[in-house]
């Protein structure tokens, strides 16, 4: 059988911190999602309504630590100060034979921690430690090719390298 069903599966990342692994010390980590903001948009003569986008949403994300850790806890703790996070995984594409790839995928963000966890203790638990954040930048590189791009900050928003805001940043003047 020439083709064939391929099945990608991410079961694992890693979380860097300005830079530094944070290996064995966060438990989860929730990426933003890229939202369209949508405005309904009627009028005489058409058949029904559309939704057309105005913009994007905020980016919101999470991170779930099994513990406290010093250095984490810096990072969090100023609101007004840019984090550089990343998160890194690993994609195995499966077939008839097996597993028959594995290529990297790479999330650059650039946040500021709004929610700094003092931490959920309880008898003979491990404490609970969620850190919620907002991102202005984000880029995401699947086998060194690179994915989204998208920087609220400077009006950038790329996808599969291609500017979709080149237009709008000339009319506006910016």
């Known amino acids: 059988m020439a083709g064939g069903i391929k099945i990608n599966r991410i079961t694992n990342a890693n979380v860097y911190v300005n830079g530094n692994s944070m290996l064995g010390k966060a438990e989860e980590i929730k990426l933003p999602d890229i939202q369209a903001i949508m405005a309904e948009h009627k009028a005489l003569g058409m058949i ?22 010093a250095d984490v806890a810096r990072a969090m703790a100023n609101p007004f100060r840019a984090v550089q996070l990343q998160c890194r995984s690993n994609i195995e594409t499966y077939g008839a034979q097996g597993r028959v790839q594995e290529v990297s995928l790479v999330t650059y963000l650039t946040v500021m921690f709004k929610k700094n966890p003092l931490g959920t203790f309880k008898q003979h638990e491990n404490a609970d430690f969620s850190s919620s954040f907002g991102a202005t930048y984000v880029k995401q590189v699947i086998d060194g090719q690179e994915v989204l791009e998208l920087d ?11 500017d979709m805001l080149s237009d709008f940043r000339t009319n506006i003047g910016g």
């Open 152 to 162: 609220y900050l400077a009006n950038i928003f790329r996808v599969d390298g291609v």
């Open 48 to 69: 029904g309504k559309v939704e057309l986008p105005g913009g994007l949403d905020k980016l919101e994300g999470e991170i779930k630590w099994n513990s406290l850790y």
